[in-house]
Every structure is written in structure tokens, then in C-alpha cells.
């Protein structure tokens, strides 16, 4: 695998990847009590592999939905959930997502097809128009802060 380029596909893992976790609990009794124990022991599972889990970020494989790592939201403009998007998109697709939500705003600018980490539309017009009157180096949220204030 290691021979294809990071770039060529959008699934960016290729090189050095020798083992994939999917972390799952399930319990019968639906009570509140067993729901937060079940969860509790799932998590702290998680964060116990922490040290020997990739790093830098922490990959996840697209087939296993982890929505500890964010999720989409469904307000705002395209390219502020793009943007929103792209904390755990990364995560997912490295380097290729950005070019993946680039297709997908040729393809489906309405971000019709959607789920709760699918790749969001990112379309050209929306970037520029988002971007103005921007100061450098400030995110949208930091902006949108910036702007309620006064």
C-alpha cells in the first residue's frame, strides 16, 4: 500500500498503518445509570490507548463514524462548515480533504447529501466571500466574536 501516494486516493493512510481499532460497547439495560457506566468504561478504554494509537493527528478510518471528533453542523455558510468540518476531516483524510470538499462542491453545492461527518461542500465563490474584511490570521468564529461584541 505504501507504494500509492497519500495524494492519489482520498483515504490518506497508506505507509506504517499495521493495525485498526474500532472501539464498541453495547449493554441491554437502557437505564441511565447503565448507559453512563457503559459509557464511562468505553471512554476511559479510548484514552487508555491514547499512547499507542497513531499521533498527530489521531487517525481514524472513515468506515468507523467517531464522533468524539467532531460533527458537522448545519447553520452557517458552506465555507463556515467547511471550516468546522475540517477539525475532523483532517483526522479522516489528511491532506486530501480540502481537495476531497472541493469535488464535492462541484458536484453537490447544496451539500445535499449529508450526514453527521460527511465531507461538506466547499465551493470557490463562498471562500472569497466569507474572507472579506477579514483580519489576517483570525478564524470565523473569532471574527463572528468580534462582531456580537460591538
Same mark, same amino acid.
Given at each position: 500500500m505504501s507504494e500509492i501516494s497519500e495524494s492519489e486516493t482520498p483515504f490518506a493512510y497508506r505507509a506504517g498503518y499495521l493495525y485498526n481499532v474500532n472501539y464498541y460497547v453495547d449493554w441491554i439495560d437502557r437505564s441511565e445509570e447503565e448507559t453512563r457506566k457503559h459509557m464511562d468504561w468505553i471512554c476511559r478504554l479510548y484514552n487508555e490507548m491514547g499512547p499507542y494509537v497513531s499521533k498527530n493527528p489521531r487517525a481514524s478510518y472513515v468506515n468507523f463514524r467517531d464522533l468524539d471528533l467532531g460533527s458537522n453542523i448545519d447553520e452557517? !455558510?458552506?465555507? =463556515?462548515?467547511y471550516s468546522n468540518a475540517k477539525i475532523w476531516g483532517e483526522r479522516y483524510f489528511k491532506g486530501n480533504f480540502e481537495r476531497?470538499?472541493?469535488?464535492?462542491?462541484r458536484v453537490d453545492p447544496s451539500?445535499?447529501?449529508?450526514?453527521?461527518? !460527511?465531507?461538506? =461542500?466547499?465551493?470557490?465563490?463562498?471562500i472569497v466571500e466569507d474572507?472579506?474584511?477579514?483580519?489576517?490570521?483570525?478564524s470565523s468564529s473569532h471574527q463572528n466574536l468580534l462582531s456580537n461584541m460591538f
Amino acid at each position: 500500500m505504501s507504494e500509492i501516494s497519500e495524494s492519489e486516493t482520498p483515504f490518506a493512510y497508506r505507509a506504517g498503518y499495521l493495525y485498526n481499532v474500532n472501539y464498541y460497547v453495547d449493554w441491554i439495560d437502557r437505564s441511565e445509570e447503565e448507559t453512563r457506566k457503559h459509557m464511562d468504561w468505553i471512554c476511559r478504554l479510548y484514552n487508555e490507548m491514547g499512547p499507542y494509537v497513531s499521533k498527530n493527528p489521531r487517525a481514524s478510518y472513515v468506515n468507523f463514524r467517531d464522533l468524539d471528533l467532531g460533527s458537522n453542523i448545519d447553520e452557517g !455558510s458552506l465555507s =463556515s462548515r467547511y471550516s468546522n468540518a475540517k477539525i475532523w476531516g483532517e483526522r479522516y483524510f489528511k491532506g486530501n480533504f480540502e481537495r476531497l470538499a472541493k469535488v464535492k462542491g462541484r458536484v453537490d453545492p447544496s451539500d445535499f447529501f449529508r450526514n453527521e461527518q !460527511s465531507i461538506p =461542500s466547499l465551493v470557490e465563490e463562498e471562500i472569497v466571500e466569507d474572507n472579506k474584511g477579514k483580519v489576517e490570521g483570525e478564524s470565523s468564529s473569532h471574527q463572528n466574536l468580534l462582531s456580537n461584541m460591538f
